[in-house]
């Protein structure tokens, strides 16, 4: 099978090169741009920095104070966060860095993946020069520099992208995934804490590699199943999550026409079996359940209908999928008089992949 070509562009010292941007004289000297709590002048912490502060030991997180500390004597420039400004340029990059890809997924004010598989016809190369080329394009339009990760899926890219900042392009062929991952440190991995990094560690799991080759098995009896399994895969470099928009109102649908016009339920559900069998292939390469399903039928008059039904909770099951198609046209026939001609049916509302992120997500949080 040929690999996904996906990029996750991450926009260098974000809010600090976006006032470097409205005052290019603070180019080359520290800038670091705070959230101030207002209890004492000093009092908050660092949002981000540029690298010059960067270069003092100031970066996201530390307390302000620390950062005045660190950078006394310099020609420092401290500035609060100004939200709304940074939003008004993200939302312009964004929209250009939209039109390069084949699918967008935004995943942060200031990064995005960009799935451009066809666009690049799934060459790394040419990845590689239309990566260049988006770099250009934002820096003259906008004045803003960025790091790039090109890889085979989402969590190559991610890390592929911050081997290199700022102003960074990686790109990481899918057989070059295992040698370029296995020396990272586990935590470099999302989900991977200090907490679990060091649980990792009592195990003799060092690097990605250690976590690569360590038995799926005994990760699970450790970790959990969800949590077990993606570290085993995430070690490996597999990640097939789609680059979707997100919340994208997405559906997969498959339509047909019947052999003859008829209204005999044996027949549909003869062509409807093919349908659903089909969806339910690509259901599994995507990893999603559905939670909606949904028929259409072409009449002999050429009028459309479609019913819908919503589940109790996802599925990704074929055989519940199946009766329920069958129920919606046994119940569509009992509505209707006339002969139907093509048929048709979609699921949607992917709602279980979204709870696995949640939990994930919400986990990853709590370490
Ligand atoms: N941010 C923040 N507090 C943090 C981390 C980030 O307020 N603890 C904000 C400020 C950053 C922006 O989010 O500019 C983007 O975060 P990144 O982690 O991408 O960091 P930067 O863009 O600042 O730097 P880098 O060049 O490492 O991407
Ligand atoms: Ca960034
Ligand atoms: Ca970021």
Known sequence: MQSRVVMLVDLDYFFAQCEELRNPSLKGKPVVVGVYSGRTEDSGAVSTANY???????????PLFLAKKRLEGTEAVFLPVDYGFYQQISDEIMRALKGYADSFE???????????????????????????KIKDAVKSQFGITFSVGVGPNKLVAKIACDSQKPDGLTVVKPEGVAVFLSPLPVDRLLGVGRKI???????????????????????????????????????????????????????????????????DLTLILEKTDELTEDICKEVVQRKVGFRQVGIIAVMTDLSMHSRSQTLEKPISDMEIFRRTVQELFEKFLGESELEIRRIGVKISRFAEEETKQKQLTSFFQGN
């Open 197 to 263: 990094a060091a649980k990792m560690e009592t195990l003799g799991i060092r690097t990605v590699g250690d976590l690569a080759k360590y038995d799926v098995q005994r990760l699970v009896e450790v970790f959990g199943k969800t949590l077990g399994v993606y570290f085993h895969n995430a070690a490996n470099g597999v990640d097939n999550t789609p680059v979707q928009e997100t919340g994208e109102a997405e559906s997969i649908s498959r339509i047909a026409t019947l052999k003859e016009n008829t209204r």
């Open 106 to 132: 935004q995943a942060g004010i200031d990064e995005a993946y960009l799935d451009v598989t066809l666009k690049v016809q799934g060459s790394f190369e040419a990845a590689k020069e239309l990566a260049q």
């Open 52 to 62: 010059v502060a960067r270069k003092y030991g100031v970066k996201s997180g530390i």
